[in-house]
């Protein structure tokens, strides 16, 4: 029988190409997780080891925003104390970002996240599909120079446990205009608990931020790194 | 006769200067008086994501002219279209409303392009 046929196969395909249509994702370690009202923001994390993430919302007050999201990632098997191969898994689902409270400082901004989820992931060594929730939090501080950012976003499901923790820290090289780019140097810890093992990873980025585009390229163990926002 | 004409060619001059006072010159007070901008210090407005947002509330208000965004200071200038008038607390709550904090609105007599040649010109002077 055509995998793509089985009833499984098929609703997975159709639910990550409604996803992918979309430009869907996790939003993982994004600095603003959503636009201002009335406006989209699309965000994507790729790496050359074929991890990704696509998500994309929409603002529908300056506080709240609703989107879609679709994640691949690998999970590493341990096999006799070693990681000798990993499961391929995939998620998708719906999101909402909240606001949760914002500092305005005379010269910086510091802001509280929800990001919560919930959807279907599957992958290897599964039989079948499973629902996830993924209930995250994320806090950031930002002047004209300077960026901290952290973050905890668990996805757990039946059988499913794939945590996110990550800092950033990152300065920008010099102040610009508004109309100008505005290059930064970011680097990011980030450890991901899986049910059966813990991996860590540590990427220095250059970050490039032109308006409403925002794009970062980055290299770690696992190869390179390329995350982008655009809010419109 | 031949006396006669350079008085009158002197009326007409004296008549068109007249004319340049109570027409012209109060049309150009007008422009000046429109050359006024609205400039707001605002907390909080330190990336381009954040000034995208309120660049986006600020063009949607239908008076809003040009507008200039000064990340480094903080401050957000806009115009009117020729011939209308901002109301300063309707932009100073779309400043609020897209999620920042205004600490001083002031009306100044420039438009936002002096504004934006007047901050460039301090930042080279430093």
């Known amino acids: ?232 | 006769m031949q006396t006669r004409r350079p008085m009158s060619l002197a009326r007409h001059m004296m008549g068109a200067l007249a004319a340049a006072a109570v027409f012209v010159l109060p049309g150009a007070a007008l422009a000046a008086e429109a050359a006024q901008s609205l400039k707001l210090q605002v907390n909080g407005m330190v990336c381009s994501f954040c000034a995208q947002g309120i660049e986006k509330r600020l063009k949607a208000l239908p008076a809003a002219g040009p507008i200039f965004i000064d990340l480094r200071n903080k401050v957000v200038a806009v115009e009117p279209l020729p011939g209308q008038s901002l109301d300063a607390q309707k932009v100073a709550s779309e400043v609020r409303e897209a999620g920042y904090e205004v600490v001083a609105t002031e009306t100044v007599a420039q438009t936002v392009a002096q504004i934006r040649a007047e901050t460039r010109a301090a930042r080279q002077g430093r």
């Not at chain 1, 820290?169 to 810890?189: H, L, T």
Request: glycine share 10%; with cysteine.
């Open chain 1, 1 to 232: 029988m055509n995998p793509l046929l089985r009833p499984g196969a098929l609703r997975r395909c159709a639910f990550a190409a409604l996803c992918g249509a979309l430009s869907a994702a996790a939003p993982g370690a994004f600095a603003l997780p959503m636009a201002s009202e009335g406006s989209w923001m699309t965000m994507g994390d790729f790496n050359s080891a074929g991890e990704r993430d696509l998500a994309v919302n929409h603002a529908v007050t300056g506080r709240d925003a609703f989107g879609l999201m679709a994640t691949r990632w690998k999970e590493p098997v341990l096999h006799a104390g070693l990681h000798e191969q990993h499961h391929e898994r995939e998620a998708a689902g719906l999101t909402y970002t909240r606001l949760l409270h914002r500092w305005n400082l005379p010269h910086a901004q510091a802001n509280l996240w929800f990001v919560g989820s919930v959807g279907r992931a599957w992958g290897h060594g599964w039989a079948g599909d499973r629902s996830y929730v993924s209930p995250a939090v994320m806090a950031d501080y930002e002047t004209t120079r300077l960026y901290l950012g952290a973050g905890f976003e668990p996805k757990r499901g039946s059988g499913l446990r794939h945590d996110s923790t990550w800092v950033r820290a990152g300065f920008s090289f010099y102040e610009v205009d508004y109309e100008q780019v505005q290059p930064w140097f970011v680097i990011e810890s980030k450890r991901v608990r899986y049910a059966n093992a813990t991996r860590d990873e540590v990427t220095p980025m250059l970050r490039l931020i032109h308006r409403g585009l925002f794009v970062e390229l980055g290299r770690n163990r696992e190869g390179t790194q390329f995350n982008f926002m655009w809010a419109y």
